[in-house]
């Protein structure tokens, strides 16, 4: 007789949204190398539990799955420097811009001018490789994941995304202490986690940014600089010095090129929130996965920001982090997967996708008691007023 079963496959497909919506937060390149190490017990031809691999998508998979159940645009984050490369490869693929379109009647061009500056003089990076890949895997374009998508699906692929770039705070520490640190140098922070340099730390962090910004001025499809700010659970006091100055050249960044920017704060609100008083927020902030508090939330809104919530909003100890979400106006409120990490209840601990958004839109709309439509509506033309439209992207 088999034993209970715990899965730890793909999530079942929600119920299509009624208006279409956006992923504002996802690691597109993550998403197969992830799926590629879960295995599920299923049922053999006997009935017993035997460990199976979950299926792994490609790239063009995970996009047209969101797009069947009402997720038809997302904001892809590469934030190290082989997924910078990735998302550069992957959104050059796309439709240049020009109108922007929209999913409905009333999600149009955002208001004001948000659209994608003007390109700098810097060449486009090339040699992208898919983080967290094995090495045969490594240098591989983001139609080479699965099944090899056509010219036209790749492109249709790229018109549904926009792109986010930066180095995470993590990744700052590491590339500040390079390929091969002395064992003292290497500092262990609250989360007990021993750093492990790669070889993309080799090159130092100042270059690691610059490259940021090459990709950032000379591909349109990038929108925001992100995602960049602190995080003292993975760092001891002196990454977190290197994680400051790292998030202070974003920022600069992200105003020199009038790019949203997209923070990460993990039991850093304090340490964020003064850096960004002290050098000035670029204009489109958005604090995405917000874990902070309804005070927090309230002084966030005040200041213009946005604040992106993911699966977490919806587990059930978190009551706190919903007390935030109702301090906050709707037209600041933002959602994403962060997929393939934070997966929405009741599926929390399986890997996540964008296809996944509907449990955490239909979450927002239970706890503001708004209906579906209303939130879907202004989710899409808060993202659109964040990064402007998102060319190619089906009307």
Known sequence: MAGRRRERGWPADPDPLPVPVVDNHTHLDAI???????????PDDAGELVERPIPVPSVEDVVARAAAVGVDRMVQVGCDLDAVRWTDAL???????????????DVGSA????????????GRISSPSARGASPSARGASPSARGASPSAVGIRTVAAAVLGAVAIHPNESVLHALGLRPAPGDLEVGPDGLTPEPEARHAVG????????????????RVRAIGETGMDLFRTGPRGAKVQREAFRAHVALAKELGLAMQIHDRDAHAQVLDVLARDGAPERTVFHCYSGDAEMARFCAAQGW????????????????RAALRAVPLDQVLVETDAPYLTPHPYRGRPNAPYLVPYTVRTVAEVLGRSLEDVCRAVSRNAEQVYGGWPGAPA
């Open 111 to 122: 208001d004001g001018d948000v659209s994608r500056p003007e390109r700098g003089s810097e």
């Open 32 to 42: 197969g190398p992830f799926a590629a190490q879960v295995t599920d017990r299923v």
């Open 306 to 321: 946005y604040l992106s919530f993911a699966g977490p909003v919806g587990f059930r100890a978190n009551d706190e982090l």
């Open 205 to 220: 962090l100042d270059d690691a940014i610059a490259e940021v910004a090459a990709v950032a001025r000379a591909n349109e």
């Open 91 to 105: 959104l050059s693929a796309g439709p240049a811009d020009g109108d922007a379109t929209s999913a409905d009647g």
